[in-house]
């Protein structure tokens, strides 16, 4: 019996690692000492910093002299005794916090300017038109959703390939390619549907928060707060077939990631498809969904090709990683900010260091009953006044006069108070609906991307 659980222990062996700094590497590491000859299983733990292989004979365990020569141009070590790992200098992480900080300014001043803003489509508006509009959206909001996704599932669909710079295009190509598809594809069945099909916003928010939230543990896990290593969002770890299946992995899977961001889109996309299903027209939604996922492409292909760039570089790979997660914390943040918005709820917000003053407006009689007015401008990417007074059970009208409002401002959302979305006309806009239970509510646009108006219901 003694001698059985001897020979069953030499099977067996353990090592310390040096240099893993997100999941990725766990799935790198594993696929790597698979594919040696003799080897059963292999688990790889990120938070224990070590490697456990499971071999058919004892002669078959690679030594830590083997595995260093086999991992050395990626930046791994192996040691029989645990090593604690170096961290970046305080130089690199003040560059890369700066780098981030720079970032952060720059997209907040676009933001602000309301240059990509300006850009708006309606349902009589042409190819170029949606191609211009999927430009904005890729510089602006879908780059801090769809943006910040990709660039969380980077580093995996780069250590599929072992570094190598051509093979590792493979999946983000596979993603785009896929994404442009669908938005195609589904574009023209939106366009054959027309009102029959309606897009839930307050449901959309929901999966963006969730998607944000993913990513918010993903970027955290690369900057390297381990804490968040306890989250093992690796679906294929445990899955011996695709561990050694580097064509699922590496082309099924991106393909179906791009495809599904169709249906967790950012604000821009939501304006998109509610345009197309004005149209009832299957070619003219095709062609136009074609030309705005188009449109998306150009920052989305900078991610790709910059992220297999720096992560074929051992030495410069920790520092991406690192940067990486402080973009991709950042790009979460500011999609869980908006989409609060978007289901009314507290948000950054709501943080106001000036107060303004609005009055309640009520209305005169009409018939036997009374009504109150809401009265609501919408100027460039703003609305005013940003606070409003309205008194509870009583029926209202909403009175917008929009006075050149850009991007989603068109698109005035209320939650709580009107149940849909109102798409604004040149000059005054106006619906009635009775006024909620008292509380506080939000108006803002259907990404949640306009500073909001806070109505008091009392």
């Known amino acids: 019996m003694s001698t059985n659980k001897s020979k069953k222990a030499e099977k067996v062996q353990r090592y310390f690692i040096k240099g893993m700094h997100c999941s990725s590497c766990e799935l790198l590491i594993k696929q790597n000492i698979l594919n040696l000859e003799g080897i059963q299983d292999v688990k790889v733990s990120l938070t224990k910093s070590q490697v456990t292989i499971y071999a058919k004979a004892p002669g078959k365990i690679p030594s830590a002299e083997h595995l260093n020569s086999l991992f050395q141009d990626l930046g791994y070590s192996f040691h029989n005794d645990e090593q604690y790992e170096k961290d970046l200098a305080k130089g690199d992480i003040q560059k890369v916090l700066l780098i981030t900080g720079i970032f952060a300014l720059i997209f907040y001043a676009f933001e602000k300017s309301n240059i990509f803003m300006r850009f708006s489509i309606n349902p009589n508006s042409t190819p170029l038109g949606y191609f211009l509009f999927g430009i904005a959206a890729g510089i602006s909001s879908c780059a801090a959703l769809v943006g910040g996704l990709l660039l969380s599932l980077s580093k995996k669909w780069n250590t599929m390939y072992n570094g190598n710079k051509t093979k590792s295009i493979l999946p983000f190509i596979y993603f785009n390619a896929s994404r442009i598809a669908t938005f195609a594809i589904f574009g023209g069945i939106l366009g054959y549907l027309g009102s029959m099909f309606t ?218 108070l009107y149940p849909e979305v109102i798409y604004l006309k040149s000059g005054m806009n106006s619906v009635e609906f009775i006024a909620p239970k008292p509380g506080i509510y939000k108006i803002s646009c259907s990404m949640g991307m306009v500073t909001p108006v806070i109505v008091k219901v009392i």
């Open 199 to 416: 897009v839930s916003i307050q449901a959309t928010a929901v999966v963006t928060v969730l998607i944000a939230a993913l990513m918010l543990v993903v970027g955290f896990q690369m900057i390297g707060i381990k804490w968040f290593h306890r989250f093992n969002l690796n679906l294929t770890k445990n899955n011996r077939f695709l561990d050694k299946n580097q064509e699922v992995q590496g082309k099924y899977l991106p393909a179906i990631v791009g495809a599904m961001t169709f249906f967790v889109p950012c604000g821009f996309t939501l304006v998109a498809q509610g345009t197309i299903l004005t149209t009832g027209n299957f070619w003219s939604g095709f062609v136009n969904l074609l030309a705005f996922s188009l449109g998306t492409l150009p920052i989305l292909a900078v991610i790709s090709f910059s992220s297999v760039k720096f992560y074929s570089n051992p030495v410069a790979s920790k520092r991406f990683s690192l940067l990486s997660g402080a973009l991709i914390v950042f790009f979460a943040f500011y999609a869980i900010n908006s989409q609060l918005n978007v289901l009314g709820l507290k948000s950054l917000n709501d943080i106001s260091f000036s107060k303004e003053s609005s009055p309640e407006s009520l209305g005169d009689a009409i018939g036997d009953s009374k009504y109150q007015v809401i009265q609501m401008d919408a100027s460039g990417f703003e609305y005013y006044p940003r606070q409003i007074s309205i008194k509870s059970g009583v029926k209202t009208r909403w009175e917008i006069n929009n006075k050149g409002a850009v991007g989603c401002a068109q698109a005035v959302y209320g939650p709580g």
